[in-house]
């Protein structure tokens, strides 16, 4: 019998600073601290976190790690699901609301998506997710908006900005 997995365990993303990544991921993600889970040096310096996000039921590691840090500057390692897209225009204005600049909407290959970053230079994405899951999608790359699009291939993976007004 092959071995099986049970799921994903948790999440890791490198930081370069851990109070300025806790405190962005609080603000914008209305991510919480578990701080019962600080993983500790011996000496007792804290050098990874752990973050829980509302209506995510995977643990989020916040990792001191300068150098992965930017290794991977500009790369979007995860991408988050919203409902809908009501749900999404939702995040724009609660982005817009803390002056965090992020990509337009757009169109992708099944659904809807912004990306912004966090202070490392990392994209994160939110995704519409599909309404009846994932068994029945199909990829549509005729609708997909490259035009300034995040998903236009040969980019840095870099968003188009969009600053709140």
Known sequence: ?????????????????LPTAI????????????????????????FAVIMSLP????????RLSP?????????DPVTFGVTDLDALRRWVTH???LGIDHSPVTTGFIG???EFRTPDDLCIRLYTDPPNGFADVE???DQVDFTGSPLSPGTDRSPARHSPS
């Open 1 to 17: 019998m092959n071995p099986r997995l049970t799921g994903v365990h948790h999440l890791k993303i490198p930081v370069s600073d």
């Open 23 to 46: 405190a962005w991921f609080e603000t914008a993600m209305a991510a919480t601290h578990v701080r019962k889970f600080d993983h500790r040096h011996p000496d007792g310096t804290v």
């Open 55 to 62: 209506g995510v039921n995977i643990p989020l590691e916040l």
């Open 67 to 75: 150098a992965a840090t930017t290794a991977a500057a500009g790369s």
């Open 95 to 97: 982005l817009d609301g």
């Open 112 to 114: 809807h998506l912004i």
């Open 139 to 141: 990829m549509r790359p």
